[in-house]
């Protein structure tokens, strides 16, 4: 017997499947997508039957046996379809694509408790009778074949979770598996508590934190169906099952979802083509889903369901606009707006919390020479260095490579002493907010204080508990947080990622500011927000303020029409990186007159918004196409794999 192997390389070659010949006592256990070792040069390595040969056809050159057959892991089917898909879509090799969905490989798994959950209640789930309505009609998609994905449209605090639960319950009857997608299992943990006390041990969480053991048994007991509920970020999508019944994508606007190193795949997007292959269902949720899904769901190729109130309550949070032009103008000079101090003022005299927002970390966002306008750059980037100042120690650190940098003393052009801090980071308003309030408890959240999932545990326990008055943070507050007494959230500057030159720049500033403002009025309060803005008539902070999703995807979809980006056309980002910065601008050149050569339509090429990473010059160019994938593209990607390939990709900076 001769077999057909994709092994489990991830560079791409130009032969991607290897044949084999099968040694007799080993016959009867091969199948197609069963994992075995093979020799690959001189190294033995894994990969899976992809197919085949029982005819006896001589070969010119002697071939090599399979090594051994490893039992306990058969690639369903309907993954091997998965893969050549994903090979082809994000333009990778096969071996990259298949590697996604193999077990991790472990000599000896060492034996891990199962994880013990505390059932905090069992109180019975009540459906509003909107929630009751979408709950039915995802029923009845559980158990039909030809199904669209849905899209569960709701306002913050709508109750898309409880609808998910309920969904889950319906597809364990089924004896069907599910897989629930969080955009961060950190930033997530009510979503995980609240599957954990109705499921208990029918759950197994996948994340980055696990040990090798903790994900070879997590792997295991998902693809046995020894735990039928699967929960974590993205590469919980990447644990096979021949019985999958339901995919949930929660927060499905998230950019997490999005892989950034090859196979540079999205979540969603592969979720879509996992459900159609296992005909399974995928139900998507977001109060502010991204405009290609809305878009596909106005043209009927996703189905919607509308949560237009929020759980138990009629009254979304009051926001409203300050516009600090006039805060200058009244010579208030303080990143606090006066409106936003005499609302911060009232939650607190009534015992209620205060959630502040700014996504930026440090102290200022650049250090400049006053005399010669000279910025301080890393290094290692090219980008400014931002300046923070703590309780030991003031410095310059990058917030792409981490260098560190002592403050200067003396501008390093012109030599003048006239070294000005610019722009206020969550440093700086944590300053300020202890100025103003020095009698209050305030904690700081950002990747810097915030670690670890434990970390992130701890922090939002003492919040539930009321053992903190104020919370400032960057965007690891904006999701995940529903805790009952936050009467007030401020947002200190809505302007943060607006004028970004990107497509996309509007929809994730609406997108950002509608997550955090949806952080108050919880439980029995209503709730407010204060954005604070230089643009206070942008289509974004208007239509955040108001909560008004459709308006602003209106005003978007027909920017996206005029100028031809998503949904109208499919991008692949292409980048040139290189230690010479010469070398990296000629191969981005070169790609370009060779998309000439095929008529396909670019743009650029030109220098990456961050010019220089990791000590790397970057210049790059987008290409546009009306269908994907394109034979043309694919066939480039593979012969310039030097470069890299991004299929729609979510940041072109």
């Known amino acids: 017997m ?10 791409w070659s130009d032969v991607e499947i ?5 040694p007799t006592d080993l016959t009867n256990k091969i199948k197609v997508g069963v994992l075995v070792e093979i020799p690959l040069g001189r190294k033995k390595i894994r990969g899976v039957v992809e197919s085949l040969k029982t005819d006896n056809a001589k070969t010119a050159y002697k ?61 019975q789930l009540t459906l509003a009778p909107e929630q009751q309505k979408i709950l039915s009609q995802l029923k009845i998609k559980l158990t039909v074949k030809n199904k669209k994905p849905a899209l569960i449209h709701g306002v913050t605090g709508s109750g898309k979770t409880e609808i998910y639960i309920k969904l889950t319950e319906e597809a364990l009857k089924l004896g069907k598996s599910v897989i629930i ?43 046995t169906g020894a735990k039928p509920i699967l929960i974590g970020p993205r590469s919980a999508l990447l644990i096979p099952s021949e019985n999958l019944g339901l995919i949930i994508v929660d927060e499905e606007q998230e950019d997490s979802y999005k892989q950034d190193q090859a196979p540079r795949y999205h979540a969603v997007e592969l979720a879509k083509y996992i459900t159609e292959k296992t005909s399974s269902l995928l139900v998507l949720g977001s109060a502010t889903p ?32 300050v516009d600090l032009k006039d805060e200058i103008r009244a010579e208030n000079f303080s990143p606090i707006s006066r409106k936003l101090k005499e609302e911060m003022n009232k939650v607190l005299l009534n015992k209620d919390q205060v959630l502040l927002f700014l996504n930026r970390r440090g102290n200022a966002t650049f250090v400049a020479c006053r005399d010669c306008g000279h910025v301080i750059l890393c290094h290692n980037c090219s980008i400014p260095m931002v300046y923070h100042l703590n309780q030991t120690e003031h410095f310059l650190n990058c917030h792409h490579c981490d260098r560190r940098e002592a403050v200067p003393t003396h501008c390093p052009e012109c030599h003048s002493q006239r070294i000005k801090y610019f722009g206020s980071g969550i440093d700086k308003i944590e300053t300020e907010i202890h100025n103003l309030y020095p009698d209050k408890r305030i904690s700081k959240v950002d990747s810097k204080t915030i670690r670890t999932k434990s970390d992130y545990t701890k922090f939002f326990q003492r919040f539930k508990k009321g053992e903190i008055d104020i919370v400032i943070g960057t965007q690891m507050i904006a999701k995940g947080l529903d805790i009952p007494n936050v009467d007030l959230v401020g947002i200190i500057s809505a302007d943060t990622g607006l004028h970004l030159p990107h497509y996309r720049a509007s929809e994730k500033s609406f997108e950002l500011l509608t997550q955090v403002s949806g952080r108050s009025g919880r439980a029995d309060k209503i709730g407010q927000t204060i954005i604070q803005t230089y643009w206070p008539e942008s289509t974004p902070v208007v239509a955040a303020k108001d909560h008004d999703y459709k308006s602003f995807y209106q005003n ?3 920017e996206r029409q005029k100028f031809n980006y998503p949904p109208f056309c499919y991008l692949v980002r292409v980048i040139a990186e290189d230690a010479d910065e010469d070398k990296a601008k000629k191969e981005i050149k070169k790609m370009s007159e060779k998309l000439k050569e095929n008529n396909l339509e670019f743009i650029g090429p030109g220098v990456c918004f961050y010019s220089k990473l990791h000590n790397k010059y970057r210049y790059h160019l987008i290409i546009k196409t009306k269908s994907y994938p394109d034979k043309k593209i694919v066939e ?7 470069l890299i390939w991004d299929t729609e990709p979510t940041n072109l900076l």
């Not at 480039?636 to 030097?642: E, G, I, P, Q, S």
Request: with cysteine.
């Open 290 to 321: 991204r405009i290609k899904t809305y878009y596909q769901a106005q043209n009927s190729t996703v189905d919607l369901y509308e949560l237009n109130l929020r759980h138990n309550k009629d009254k979304l949070p009051h926001a409203e606009i």
């Open 63 to 123: 071939m090599k046996n399979i090594v051994s057959v490893i039992n306990d892991f058969v690639l369903p089917q309907s993954y091997l379809e998965v893969v050549r898909w994903i090979s082809k879509y994000y333009l990778c090799s096969l071996g990259d694509a298949l590697s996604l969905f193999l077990p991790p490989a472990v000599k000896k798994p060492k034996a891990v408790p199962s994880a013990q959950y505390s059932v905090l209640s069992k109180r």
């Open 2 to 11: 001769i077999v057909n192997v994709i092994p489990e390389i991830k560079t």
């Open 636 to 642: 480039l990607a593979r012969t310039n794999r030097h």
């Open 181 to 223: 997608l969080v955009p961060e299992i950190m930033l997530t943990p009510q979503t995980v508590e609240r599957f954990e006390e109705i499921f208990g041990n029918k759950i197994t969480l996948r994340h980055s934190k696990l040990s090798r053991s903790e994900k070879y048994h997590t792997f295991y007991d998902f693809y």
């Open 556 to 558: 978007e979809i027909s």
């Open 18 to 22: 290897f044949s084999y010949s099968v």
